[in-house]
Structure formats: structure tokens, C-alpha cells
């Protein structure tokens, strides 16, 4: 018996009854059409998918996840591909299944404070869609300009302003979701916590390992009245690490606390232009919100903790047109290190925030 002749048999059949239930456009499967599913957002190590499926739909992706079941071929939900820990790598083969079209708000709800929305709609847009309203998607990763929602949910992203705001997790409300064999369940309705497992909270975070998530019910955020951000400079990361232990530990919950080092500040400064000041060890970018009233006093509260931990400098971004341009500068981290440094490796790491300054200052050589 040929069994590689048989699995061809079964891919070929399999990829025909795909075009039979999509429009076939939306059926990928030559090497060409199928390189950019490979890998995630580092392009190492690809997998190599056997079919690729661009859904529109719940219908759609249910369709595919049951023929996927009947003939065990291995499935690899994608977003938009910017993930950095290879969960998008189809390492088995298989059938990727992508949710790139998948890009409608399908509803705005704001006395209720909540959207629901399919998985492919990119973050920023989601935003940039709410802001007229006063509103907003508060997690924001790094790559929000290009992450989608979907991709956010499966890897339960944070984002510069969790400090404050939460994770993905604490902004969904109910997801719709595609099981293993191709059954669609919601695990709520969004208005209430109810009785039972959490089942939210348990497919938050699942990177599509439970469930493809199809559909989302977001809560939204209202605008701050104000924003003020300003940027403290140290001659190394300890200390800049010592005055984010110590805001902490002083009772202070400031919308975001960042640490760019020296390495970061030059690689955005070589790559972009950003013009951040270079002569420093580190950068401490803190922002704060809510009401106008104190909330400066509140940044200068923080402002006086990081001189008293050795900051050499302080900066204030007056405007928004400032802020942004700030915040750009660190979002662009990522990219300006990989385009300055091809070989830099990224790894998200967790210590107490009192160990920040010890870890701060270990080097592996």
C-alpha cells in the first residue's frame, strides 16, 4: 500500500471539496500562495501548510474545521501573522486557516459601552472607528497598527497601558467560537457574569488551541479627559528600573510605565529618526489620565520619585501631536531593533516588579 500516495489522494480531495464550499479564490495551495503562512512575523523556522483557507464568515470556518475533522488533518488558526512565539507555524502540515478577511464590526453598542466584531479587524482600526464616538480598544500591543483581535484574544496581548487598563482578557465580554468539530457555540451574552466555568476566560489566552474565536464582544473605554506624558532619563536601567519599583510600591497606578534602554533608544533613533535623546543609559516614559484636575500634580508627584532614583533629565510632551510621537518612538522598538540588530531575538520575561533592578542588570554573554 502507498500511503503517501493515499494522502495525496486525500489532500487533493480535500482541497477540491474546500473549493466546492468557498469560492475558490479563497483556497490556497500552491507553494507561492502558500510561503507567507509559513512562519510567524520572524520568518524562521516555517512549517509548510498543505491548504490555506481565507474564510469570510462563521459558516465559512465551520465548514472547513469539520472537513479538517473527518479527514485528522491538523488545523493552524492565523491572524495577521505578527506573533513572535511560532504559534501561527504550521509545523505539522495541514490546513491554515486565516482570518484575515474576517475584518467587519458587525455592531457598536455604545450605551452599553461594548462592540461586537469578527477576529481580523486590526486593532488600530477598531480604535481609530471608535474614537468620533469618545471611545476606544484599550489593550494596545506594540504592533497594534497591524495585530488583529483575533490575534490579540488567542495570545491574551497587553500593551504599553496595561499597567492600568488590563489585558485582552479584561475587554472581552463573550466570544463566538468554532469547536473542534465544527460546532458554534457563544459563551455568553455580555451582560452579566454567569453561572458555571468560565469559558470567556478560558479560550482568552488558548492561542486556538480550544476553539477558533469567529466572533468577539468587546467592551470599549471611554476617552480620558486628559492624557500627560513626559519622559525621565537615567544614566543606566537599574536606576531606571528602581524608580518604577518605588512609584509602585509609593501607591501610584500610572497609565503606563515604560523603560526604553540605551541599545533601544538608538536602534528607533537609526532606523526612524525618532530623535529621542541618546546620551541616556535608559528612558522611563509615564503617562498618566483621567481627570484634568490633580492629575498633573499626580505626574509630578512620579516625577519627584525618579529624581530621588538618580534621573539625570526630565522631558514633558506638551502636546498630543508630542505624546503620540512619543509613544510611536516605543511601539517602533520591536522593528528599529530587528532592522539595526537582524540577529536580536525578542522574549517576553516576567519578574516581581521589585526585582526589576536586579534583573535589570544581569547580561548573559
Known amino acids: 500500500m502507498d500511503t503517501d500516495t493515499d494522502t495525496d489522494t486525500d489532500r487533493m480531495q480535500l482541497i477540491a471539496e474546500l473549493r466546492r464550499v468557498l ?48 479527514t485528522y488533518l491538523p488545523i493552524v488558526p492565523r491572524g495577521a501573522g505578527t506573533g513572535l512565539a511560532g504559534g501561527a507555524r504550521p509545523i505539522k502540515g495541514g490546513m491554515v486557516i486565516s482570518t484575515e478577511r474576517m475584518k467587519t464590526i458587525q455592531e457598536i453598542d455604545i450605551p452599553n459601552r461594548r462592540a461586537r466584531v469578527q477576529p481580523g479587524i486590526i486593532n488600530y482600526d477598531l480604535t481609530q472607528e471608535l474614537l468620533p464616538q469618545g471611545y476606544y480598544f484599550a489593550p494596545d500591543p506594540a504592533s497594534w497598527k497591524m495585530c488583529s483581535i483575533g490575534g490579540n484574544i488567542a495570545n491574551n496581548s497587553g500593551g504599553p497601558h496595561c499597567l492600568k487598563y488590563g489585558v485582552t482578557t479584561n475587554h472581552i465580554l463573550a466570544l463566538e467560537v468554532v469547536l473542534h468539530d465544527g460546532r458554534v457555540i457563544w459563551t455568553g451574552d455580555g451582560l452579566m457574569d454567569s453561572a458555571g466555568y468560565d469559558l470567556t476566560g478560558l479560550l482568552v489566552g488558548s492561542e486556538g488551541t480550544l476553539g477558533i474565536v469567529t466572533s468577539a464582544l468587546v467592551r470599549l473605554t471611554r476617552v480620558s479627559e486628559a492624557r500627560h506624558v513626559a519622559m525621565a532619563l537615567f544614566p543606566d536601567i537599574v536606576s531606571s528600573s528602581e524608580a518604577v519599583s ?49 492629575l498633573h500634580d499626580l505626574l509630578g508627584d512620579m516625577i519627584t520619585i525618579c529624581l530621588q532614583q538618580g534621573a539625570m533629565d526630565v522631558r514633558f510632551a506638551e502636546t498630543e501631536a508630542e505624546q503620540d510621537h512619543l509613544w510611536a518612538a516605543r511601539k517602533s522598538a520591536f522593528e528599529a531593533l530587528r532592522c539595526v540588530y537582524p540577529d536580536y531575538y525578542l522574549v517576553d520575561t516576567v519578574v516581581p516588579r521589585t526585582r526589576l533592578p536586579r534583573s535589570s542588570n544581569v547580561s548573559v554573554p
Open 23 to 70: 469560492p475558490a479564490e479563497h483556497v490556497l495551495d500552491t507553494p507561492a500562495a502558500l510561503e507567507p503562512y509559513r512562519s510567524d512575523w520572524y520568518r524562521t523556522h516555517p512549517g509548510n501548510p498543505d491548504v490555506v483557507i481565507l474564510p469570510d464568515g462563521t459558516e465559512q470556518v465551520a465548514m472547513a474545521v469539520r472537513l479538517a475533522n473527518e
Open 246 to 294: 518605588h512609584i509602585i510600591a509609593a501607591g501610584y497606578i500610572p497609565t503606563s510605565l515604560e523603560v526604553m534602554d540605551a541599545i533601544t533608544i538608538k536602534a528607533v533613533n537609526t532606523a526612524y529618526n525618532y530623535g529621542l535623546p541618546d546620551q541616556a543609559g535608559a528612558a522611563l516614559i509615564i503617562e498618566v489620565d483621567g481627570v484634568e484636575d490633580g
